[in-house]
Structures are given as structure tokens and as C-alpha cells.
């Protein structure tokens, strides 16, 4: 979003939280309100946001869906009572603002700790002269599962790694910090735009 502003200063951006079976639920606008990683903003005003006691998101409203054709079962499991419980990961910042942490499958179990590749990803775009990156699980032979920033370095751009490490640690706790890195010419995206996750972890 920091390289859409840069592009296109003068374009209204906005990130918007939505799906087939809820509609618009809740947008955030870069343009006034800033540029805020995981940021999705504030509830419409049809809709009700809420997080579950398990961190995940779930919403009602008029926008919801009424259930999916010819299978019950599939729609009793996330339509209970008038409230569609998503598969997505959230919390409301000190303004009330929709933050997205990650989706239920993404969650990278790093000894014991569930960390949300996201809120990572979201932390390393903020640094001067990253353009793209991506967080995935990898193998370590002692600590088992841990985790692996895969980025891309603006062309022309004076980077250095420990620089980017020291950044990190900065502004997340320790355990979120990626064991592995690896500089790549680019990250896999899927037709929509979105970081194509199901490519690096089938390889």
C-alpha cells in the first residue's frame, strides 16, 4: 500500500473487509485515515463486528448471507443464532479499527507460540526499500518448526539485512522474530493480488 501511495498519490485507496457470504463488512481509508498495515477499518454501518473468545472474527447483519444452497451442514457451521464466524484471525485497535492478523490455516506454530505471518509481513513492508515479502513455516533439524522471510529489495537500493533484523526486532516481541531470510527477484501473487501462500508451502 506504502508503493500504491508513492505511485498514485492522488488515487482514493481503501481496504476493504469482505466475502461472498457477508458482503462489505468493515473499510479503511489510506487516503485520511493513513496507512495502517492489517488495518480493515470500521464496522458499515449494517454490519456488527465482533472477535470470539478463540481471537477469531465473526459478524452479522443485513448483509449476511441466509445459508448455502442444498448444503445445511456446511451453514450450520459458521451461521449460529444470525452470526457468520469467519476463518480469520483479528482484535480491535485503541480506535476501534478492525485489525486483521491472519487466516485460521496461515498460523505458523513456532514452539508453542501461534504466530500470524501477517502482522510479520505487515512490520518488514513498513521498511524503507522493501517492496514485497512473504512469511512461511520452514524446518529447522533442533527447533522443529520456525519461521522464513522471503523479500524483495527495491532496485537501486542500498540494502543491509542486519539493519532490517534490528527494525524487526524493534517493534515485535522475540519469538516473532524469522530464524531464516532469503532475497527474491519476486513473490509468487495469486490472480487476485494476494500473496500466493499455498505455492511456498507445497514446495
Known sequence: MW???KIMPHA????????????????HDFCH?????GCLGHAMKNSDVMITSDGMIACKGATLMSGYVGDQQLTNEVLKDG?????????????????????????????????????IESVVQSYEGIVDCICVSSNHPIMGCVQK?????EE?????LRNLIDYLK??????????????????????????DRKFYRDK
Open 149 to 153: 522471510l522471503i523479500y524483495v529489495v
Open 33 to 37: 485515515e493513513g496507512v495502517i498495515g
Open 3 to 5: 508503493e500504491l501511495r
Open 170 to 195: 524493534s517493534r515485535l516481541e522475540s519469538f516473532k522474530i524469522p530464524l531464516y531470510y532469503e532475497q527474491a527477484k519476486e513473490i509468487k501473487h495469486t490472480y487476485n493480488g494476494k500473496v
Open 83 to 119: 452470526v457468520f464466524y469467519t476463518s480469520d484471525y483479528g482484535s480491535f485497535d485503541d480506535e476501534g479499527r478492525l485489525m486483521l492478523a491472519g487466516r485460521k490455516g496461515e498460523v505458523i506454530n513456532v514452539g508453542g507460540y501461534k504466530i500470524h505471518p501477517t502482522e
Open 12 to 27: 482514493r485507496l481503501y481496504n476493504t473487509y469482505a466475502s461472498t457470504e457477508t458482503g462489505i463488512i468493515s473499510t
Open 156 to 160: 537501486g537500493v542500498e540494502f543491509n
